[in-house]
Structure formats: C-alpha cells, structure tokens
C-alpha cells in the first residue's frame, strides 16, 4: 500500500497544486467557499428553493430555449484557465463545518468528497459555458460519468483545510471533460490527495435534448497533450464499451481463468459437473453482497429537481465500503472510483434499489460493484440507473471470492477487468 500511494503521490505531485499552465489564484479571483458552490448552482439555473415552487421554477426555465446556440462554430471558444476555479473546505480554520465530514475513525467521509466533486465539476462547465449577456444560463449540465478517482492518501484529515482545483480539459459537441484535483493542508503546504476525472453533458433548459458548448482552445503544448489525452479517454471508453461482457463472449485468456475456477471447485469425491465444493479460504460470490434501499427525498434533489448525483455516488460508496468491510472484517481505504455511468436520471420520490456485490479480490484488494436501480411501485418495473465499480484496499489479505454460475463469472471479470484498468493507471 506505502509502495501504491507513494508512485500515487509522484503521479500527481506534478498536476496538483494548480492544473499545467493555468493561474495561481492569487493572480485575481479568491477561492469560493465550499458551502457557495451550489447556492451559485442555483443562481446560474434560477432553481427554486423551496420544493413547491420546482414546478414554477422549471416552467420559467422553458424560455430560455430561445438561448441555445444552433451550432457549436456559433460559440465562442474558450481556453483552459477561463473555467479554471480553486474552492476551499476549510476544514482547520473553520471547525464547525468538520462534523458534516466526520466518519468514526476520525477521518474525513469520503462520500462526501464525491458530492462536492459533483457539485464544483457542474460548476466549472458552467463557467466554461457562461455568456456574459445571460442572466440565467440555458444548459441543463448534467453529470453523465466518473472517468476515474485515484486517490494517493489513505486517511483524509478532519482538521486540516482542504483544496479543490479544476478545469475543462477537453469538450465534444454537447459533452465536456473536466479534470479536478483535491489537495490539504499539512503545515504551511498543500499536498495532493485525489485526482478526478468527470464527463458532463449539456442539454436544453428542460433537460430532454442534448444542447451545444463552446469549443475549447488549447493555448500550449501542454494543454494540448491534455486535450489530446481527453480524446484518447473518450475512445478508451468506446473500447472498453464494446467488448462488455454483456455484449462479447470473454477472451480465450478469460474462458481459461473461468475454467479453471470451475475446475477448482469441483469435489474431488464424485464425478459430477453439479458437485461444487468452496476451496479453502474463499467465499462464494453470491455470499458476498449487501442490498439497502432510499427513499429519494426533495431534500435529495439537484438544480433540475432530479436526485443530485453526488447524493447517488454517496450512498453507493458508503454501501461499497460496508460490503467491503463486512467482506474483509477490517477496515477498507479506498483507492479509486471507476467508471461510474449515470444511465437515467432518478425522479424525486424514487425507490432507489441499490446492490453492493464483491467481485473480484486480490491479496488486500476488493473489488466491488454497485448496481442501482429505481422500482416503480405501481407498475412493478425495475430500471436500472447507475453503475459504480469501486475499488478498495483493506488492512489484511482478504479471501478469495469464487463465482459458481456462468452470470457470476461474467461479473468476477468484469470486476477483474475493472481492477486491472486500476492498477494500471496508478
Ligand atoms: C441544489 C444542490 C445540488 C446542486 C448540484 C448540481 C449538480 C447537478 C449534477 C447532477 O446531479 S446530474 C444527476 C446525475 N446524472 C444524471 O441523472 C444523468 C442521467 N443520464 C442521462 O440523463 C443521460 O444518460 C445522459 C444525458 C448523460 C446522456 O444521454 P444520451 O445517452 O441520450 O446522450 P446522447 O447520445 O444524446 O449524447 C450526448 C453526449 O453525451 C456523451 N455521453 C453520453 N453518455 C456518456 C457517457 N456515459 N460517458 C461519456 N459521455 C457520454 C455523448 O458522447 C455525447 O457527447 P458529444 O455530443 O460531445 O459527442
């Protein structure tokens, strides 16, 4: 772990403190407190603040229409330091903000670090995206995906100040990547602590249509490595996409580490394919997950009177960390959120389903997948809306987890693809 977070730290010493070639700062604009970020959220939009008033909110929100760009070549580019922005949680100089953040292991919640990573990621595409001549913004911005969180601490202090950072680093038609970076205080410096990756997309002001953003200007070889390395995301995406196990039959490589589970697992007493017996230290798959419910409150509710995503990321991590912690029976550290897909808005009032499945380990690592979905009480239907793949390491070695049907194989690989990807990156 000291070896994984120390190559961690030297990954992303470089990237931290501000992001390559933009502003300090303290050339001009001062940081934006924590607790503004979604009150400037609110403005941008004009969302209402008290729930009986979302209907006329959004209403008022339709003539905005008339705003949209026709074409994308009819906005005016922007560069990476416009929607640059530094916001601070000041967790040291202002204690009375610490007990919201505050776990039982005296460290900071890291759930709610993935809600203001929403809230300020949504944040910085708006000022990618702001016109000067508009009171309200036309865009709906919505979070449609977690690239990636690698994390290159273990414990997140609940009394030092912390730092966010971030810009858009590169930008489609109606699709924007933005890259942020968290980082405390420890002494009179600030040192890195994770380093994101979001996709956010653009729609209408009703949210039914995707809508266009300005393009973006790379202004140095840096950037342009930067933007360059957005485009390759986006086609990693695509790759990684295709060959889903839900579309394509696994690998040769694969099939061979599936049969040979399914080899391990047979009892060696009878001659029968149906006879499986748990090899030593293992636990089978469908033993190791955990299930809880939401009820999906207004309080709960973002800007578009949808459930706020940072909210969802939330409760699928806290969930991810007790499977993984009644899984391992020690303490979990996460190491990295990947490729969490926000599929579906989910509707205030929502039962929200969620499923927190191990499935994958090696040596201290679990990998564990969470499944959200909302049920319809009335028509008994059930849709899925997220997926979220977190990967965690815990104190001691953890058993192995060992998939019996042909389904749960699909899920030990695909966790183990996850988990590769992981490793590779960090
Ligand atoms: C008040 C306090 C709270 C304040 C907080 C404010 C924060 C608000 C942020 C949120 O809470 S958002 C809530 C969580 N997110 C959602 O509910 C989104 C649910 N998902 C969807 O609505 C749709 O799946 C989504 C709009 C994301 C995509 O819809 P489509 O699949 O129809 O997209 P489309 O095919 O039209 O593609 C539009 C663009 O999105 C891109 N895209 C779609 N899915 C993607 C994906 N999964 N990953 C990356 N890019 C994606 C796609 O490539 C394309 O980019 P370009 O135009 O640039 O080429």
Redesign the pocket.
């Known amino acids: 772990m000291r070896k994984l977070h120390s190559v961690l730290a030297r990954t992303l010493t470089s990237g931290a403190s501000t992001s390559p070639g933009l502003p300090d700062m303290s050339e001009g604009q001062s940081p934006i407190h924590v607790n503004n970020v ?1 009150s400037k ?2 403005d941008i939009v004009g ?1 209402s603040t008290n729930w009986r008033d979302h209907v006329q909110a959004m209403q008022e929100r339709k003539a905005l229409h008339t705003l949209l760009a026709k074409r994308q070549e009819d906005l005016p580019p922007r560069r990476m330091k416009d929607s640059y922005l530094e916001v601070i949680l000041p967790l040291g100089s202002q204690p009375e903000i610490r007990e919201k953040y505050l776990n039982v292991h005296n460290s900071v919640r890291f759930g709610r670090i993935l809600e203001d990573l ?2 300020l990621g ?1 944040l910085i595409c708006y000022t990618h995206t702001k016109q000067e001549m508009q009171q309200r913004s036309p865009l709906s911005i ?4 977690v690239d990636k969180i690698n994390l290159c601490q273990k414990i997140i202090h609940p009394d030092c100040d912390i730092k966010f950072t971030g810009n858009v680093s590169w930008v ?4 924007m990547e933005v890259r942020m970076h968290m980082l405390q205080q420890h002494g009179g410096d600030y040192s890195p602590v994770l380093d994101a990756t979001f ?1 956010m ?1 653009a ?1 209408d002001p009703e949210n039914k249509r ?1 809508a266009f953003v300005n393009p973006l200007i790379p202004e140095s070889p840096e950037e342009e490595e930067i933007f360059k390395q957005g485009e390759l995301n986006k086609l990693k ?1 695509i790759e990684f996409s295709t060959a889903s196990l839900l579309k394509m039959a696994p690998t040769a490589e694969e099939r061979n580490i599936v049969h040979d589970i399914f080899l391990n697992t047979l009892d060696p007493r009878t001659v029968s394919f149906r006879s499986r017996k748990l090899p030593p230290n293992s636990v089978w798959i469908e033993d190791a997950k955990l299930k809880g419910l939401e009820i999906c409150h207004p309080e709960e ?3 578009f009177n ?1 459930i ?3 909210f ?1 990321m939330r409760k699928a991590f806290e969930l991810a960390w007790a499977t993984a912690c009644s899984y391992g029976g020690s303490r979990p550290f996460i190491v990295s959120v990947d490729d969490i ?6 509707e205030v009032g929502s039962l929200l389903l969620l499923s927190g499945q191990v499935c994958y380990t090696e040596k201290n690592y679990i990998q564990i997948r969470v499944h959200s979905e909302v049920y319809n009480a009335n028509t008994k239907e059930h849709h899925t809306t997220n997926i979220f793949h977190f990967t965690f390491i815990s104190e001691n070695e953890v058993p192995q987890v060992v998939p019996k049907t042909y389904g749960e194989s699909m899920l030990y690989l695909d966790g183990k693809r996850h988990f590769t990807a992981v490793m590779k990156e960090i």
């Open positions: 979604r959220l609110r969302a929403d809230s949504v919505v979070t449609a995906l489609g038609k109606t699709s996709v997309v729609r995707p995406r509710r973002n800007i949808r706020f995503g940072g969802l897909m926000f599929q579906k808005p989910v």
